[in-house]
């Protein structure tokens, strides 16, 4: 038997939802696995009053906001799932 032999390919999907609401942009990161595994980040830009309104930026940050949250809650969850498996709590570095 080779690696390729190994080899498993999974796909993961992150939809991204946005909206804006006077100078708030709030955004929605939902993570589906090929296992059930839901998992959801948020995140929401403000418009500095000072600032042109340049609404691609607002979506840029809230964005890597809700996908940032994301990242964390998806090692959290590894994280649970290791003390599953070990029987015992573990703390991953972030």
Do not use: C, F, Y
């Amino acid at each position: 038997m080779n690696t390729e032999d190994l080899l498993v390919s999974k796909t993961w999907t992150v939809r991204i939802d946005i909206g804006e609401h006077g100078s708030t942009t709030r955004a929605t990161a939902h993570l589906q696995t090929a296992d059930r595994t839901s998992l959801t980040g948020t995140g929401a830009a403000h418009l500095n009053p000072a600032d042109p309104n340049v609404p691609e930026i607002g979506d840029e940050l809230a964005a890597a906001r809700a996908l940032s949250q994301l990242a964390h809650a998806l090692l959290d969850a590894a994280a649970e799932d290791i003390s599953g498996v070990v029987h015992q709590k573990v703390a991953l570095t972030k």
